[in-house]
Antibody, heavy 115, light 107 residues
Framework: EVQLKESGPGLVQPSQTLSLTCTVS????????VHWVRQPPGKGLEWMGV???????AYNSALKSRLSISRDTSKSQVFLKMNSLQTEDTAIYYC?????????WGQGVMVTVSS | NIVMTQSPKSMSISVGDRVTMNCKAS??????IAWYQQKPGQSPKLLIY???NRYNGVPDRFTGSGYGTDFTLTINSVQAEDAAFYYC?????????FGGGTKLELK
């Protein structure tokens, strides 16, 4: 069974760095890409970036200077790091598998940026 | 970057009605479009991929159509459980941009 699960801190202080982990099961990170998508409260979906199956990455140009995505294939984990967080980064953060369409999603993790 | 524009932003429909919502791409995306349904408190769920292919287990009242820049999601005989947000997304090429969403409410 394919599963993705996000984990990380629920609260981050402004200007600090967010670190999230997406742990997957039921498929290999070397066969499928994993994307990060976020959703601010009451707003739509924003694509953030991708870890391609081959190990390269791509980022939303609006976030590129602050965002880094990496992985550990042995642990079936994909990592997101985003620095210089501001209140507008408050959102639910999802990881999702792409076929290309995003067929499986994690439950999401709510991250609040506040002092 | 390609911009995906959805319309209308919201609609209020009665159970049993037929509803059509639209997604317009700022450039030709061929048939590289997916549609997702998101209910409150849930993750998005894939409904339609490559413009017109229904995903596993999606009821056949959901139909996707279109090619190039203009796409449509139609729900025939809307059910109460269809109340949700619907998002289109450009797929296959990067960045996989989402539209702003359409909120479907039931009267």
């Amino acid at each position: 069974e394919v599963q993705l699960k996000e984990s990380g801190p629920g609260l981050v202080q402004p200007s600090q760095t967010l670190s999230l982990t997406c742990t997957v099961s039921g498929f290999s990170l070397t066969d499928y890409s994993v994307h990060w998508v976020r959703q601010p409260p009451g707003k739509g979906l924003e694509w953030m970036g991708v870890m391609w199956s081959g190990g390269s990455t791509a980022y939303n140009s609006a976030l590129k200077s602050r965002l880094s995505i990496s992985r550990d294939t042995s642990k079936s984990q994909v990592f997101l790091k985003m620095n210089s967080l501001q209140t507008e980064d408050t959102a639910i953060y999802y990881c999702t598998r792409a076929v290309p369409p995003f067929d499986y999603w994690g439950q999401g993790v709510m991250v609040t940026v506040s002092s | 970057n390609i911009v995906m524009t959805q319309s209308p932003k919201s609609m209020s429909i009665s159970v049993g009605d037929r509803v059509t919502m639209n997604c317009k791409a700022s450039q030709n995306v061929y048939n590289n479009i997916a549609w997702y349904q998101q209910k409150p408190g849930q993750s998005p769920k894939l409904l339609i991929y490559y413009a017109s292919n229904r995903y596993n287990g999606v009821p056949d009242r959901f139909t996707g159509s279109g090619y190039g820049t203009d796409f449509t999601l139609t729900i025939n005989s809307v059910q109460a459980e269809d109340a949700a947000f619907y998002y289109c997304q450009r797929i296959y090429n990067s960045p996989p941009t989402f539209g702003g969403g359409t909120k479907l409410e039931l009267k």
